[in-house]
């Protein structure tokens, strides 16, 4: 028996009142696939199945979805990692508004994105040749830079879901504090001024959601430790 | 920046840290009076009533209760601002809450100071 049982949340809004789940038998012939090709396989079957992908190996991170109850990428993401009892259920990233089946509205995710302004800012000449960081000051970059921005940290994230246009979310926060770490940057104090209100930052209540569905294996909840404390040290 | 008018300190930074250092003075305070309670099995009226005569009893008492009104400020502005999604409902259960701890930190310091 390889069948296995796939409940799909499907959504098209100009034909469908209201979303409902469809079911699938897919046979995987016993194979441990990625979820990213039981969706090709389902999608052989409904070709008007919708879903984001692109690079299917995690690198991307096009593929962000809720598979069996946890946010993760489909392309790297084992059936034998989320598969419980022969079933599994796909829905699309819990939060944000469905624009068709397991394709979301990313707006307000890169909205928080865009607020943190995620590009270096120095305010003295450049050098004839480039800003140099010496190899510990490089060192603290890592876990921070390598974000996909596959948005399942922040949709995973209650404060999120209540607040996503005014808590940066995890994700974000994650790229403040990239920029905040880095020796090259000089707009720490605006960006600092900019996080300190009671949403910002503050709503984060340390759930670590964010860290337990990471693809990337990344620490958001550390890195909002971090802001937090360089807040304090900043105002106090 | 996000505004914000009715959060008790004006400022996440501020709050965050009123919420902690509340937060300690509330735990120190519990365990001071459950211990207290503990090693006073047959509690009678005199002692329990000389123990808040005391000056130390009294600051220690009108801090936890300084703390209890700032920590449930932030708490439940933070609650109202997660799951009241309407302007009206929201500033109303923020108005309300804040006047209820504004009576209850003066009857406490009634009751505190006014025997």
């Known amino acids: 028996m390889s069948n296995l049982q796939v409940s799909v949340y499907r959504y098209n809004p100009e ?55 946890k946010n993760g990428l489909a392309c790297i993401t084992p059936l034998s990692d989320v598969v419980k009892g022969n079933k599994l259920t796909l829905r699309p990233l819990p939060g944000l508004p469905v624009i068709r089946d397991m394709v979301v509205d990313m707006g307000l995710f890169y909205k928080q994105y865009e607020r943190i302004q995620p590009y270096l800012q120095n305010d003295t000449p450049a050098p004839a040749i480039e800003r140099l960081q010496s190899p510990e000051e490089r ?12 948005a399942c940290c922040s949709t995973s994230c209650p404060s999120f879901w209540w607040n996503p246009d005014k808590f940066v979310g995890p994700a974000g926060l994650l790229q ?7 020796s090259r940057d000089t707009a720490t104090r605006e960006r600092l001024t900019s996080l300190e209100d009671p949403f910002s930052v503050f709503r984060c209540r340390g759930i670590m959601n964010c860290v337990a569905v990471c693809p990337k294996g990344l620490n958001p909840t550390r890195a909002i430790g971090k802001i937090r404390e360089m807040l304090l040290a900043d105002a106090t | 920046m996000v505004t914000n008018i009715t959060s008790f300190g004006r400022s996440g930074l501020s709050d965050w840290l009123m919420q902690r250092v509340s937060a300690v003075i509330l735990a120190l305070y519990t365990v001071f009076v459950v211990a207290y309670l503990l090693f006073n099995p047959n509690l009678d009226y005199y002692t329990w009533s000389g123990l808040f005569e005391q000056t130390w009893m009294r600051i220690f008492s009108l801090l936890a209760f300084v703390s209890i009104a700032a920590h449930a400020w932030i708490g439940l502005w933070t609650v109202t601002t997660d799951y009241l999604k309407s302007t009206r409902l929201r500033v109303g259960a923020q108005t309300l809450i804040i006047l209820a701890i504004f ?13």
């Open chain 1, 139 to 150: 060192d603290k970059l890592d876990g921070l830079y390598e974000c996909i921005l596959c």
């Open chain 1, 176 to 182: 403040s504090y990239r920029f905040l770490a880095d």
């Open chain 1, 15 to 69: 034909t469908d009142s209201a979303p409902y789940m469809q079911e699938f038998q897919v046979d995987t012939k016993g194979r441990d696939l990625m979820v990213l090709d039981v969706l090709h396989l389902m999608k052989e079957q409904d070709s008007g199945l919708a879903y984001r992908r692109s690079c299917r190996e995690g690198v991307c991170g096009s593929d962000g979805m809720n598979m069996n109850g």
């Open chain 2, 103 to 115: 009576v209850y930190l003066v009857w406490g310091i009634q009751i505190l100071w006014g025997a």
